[in-house]
C-alpha cells in the first residue's frame, strides 16, 4: 500500500525559507512522478512541481518559479521542495503526491492524473 507522509511545515514569515519533505513508501518502482500540489482555503488545488524518479525531470508552476527548488534522495523514495523567498500568497496546505507516469510538461498540472495523496502539511507566510 502506497502512503505518503509530508512534513516541514509551519510558520514563516515574508522572505523566509522552509523546507518540506515527503517520504514514500510501498510503491516500489511503479510510480514515477512525484508532485508537490497546494491549496488554499477557498481556491482550487494548484500544481507547485514535479520530478521523475526516472529521469530527474522537473517542473514548476509559474507562481514559484525561481523560488523553489524539488529535488529527491539518493534512495528516490522522499522528495524535498526548499522555498525561499516566501510570499504571503504562498500560504496553504501543501501536498505530496504520485503518479506511475513520469512527469510530462502538458499533464503534471492535472489534479485529477495522479495515482495517490498525501495528508498535507500547514504553510502560512505571515509576518
Known amino acids: 500500500q502506497v502512503q505518503l507522509v509530508e512534513s516541514g511545515g509551519g510558520l514563516v514569515q515574508p522572505g523566509g525559507s522552509l523546507r518540506l519533505s515527503c517520504a514514500g513508501s510501498?510503491?516500489?518502482?511503479?510510480?514515477?512522478?512525484m508532485g508537490w500540489f497546494r491549496q488554499a482555503p477557498g481556491k482550487k488545488r494548484e500544481p507547485v512541481s514535479c520530478?521523475?524518479?526516472?529521469?530527474?525531470?522537473?517542473y514548476y508552476g509559474d507562481s514559484v518559479k525561481g523560488r523553489f527548488t524539488v529535488s529527491l534522495d539518493d534512495a528516490k523514495n522522499t522528495v524535498t521542495l526548499q522555498m525561499n523567498s516566501l510570499k504571503p500568497e504562498d500560504t496553504a496546505v501543501y501536498y505530496c503526491?504520485?503518479?506511475?507516469?513520469?512527469?510530462?510538461?502538458?499533464?503534471?498540472?492535472?489534479?485529477?492524473?495522479?495515482?495517490?495523496w498525501g495528508q498535507g502539511t500547514q504553510v502560512t507566510v505571515s509576518s
Open positions: 503526491a504520485t503518479d506511475r507516469e513520469p512527469c510530462y510538461s502538458s499533464s503534471w498540472i492535472y489534479v485529477s492524473l495522479w495515482d495517490y
Open positions: 520530478i521523475s524518479r526516472s529521469d530527474g525531470s522537473t
Open positions: 510501498g510503491f516500489g518502482l511503479d510510480e514515477d512522478a
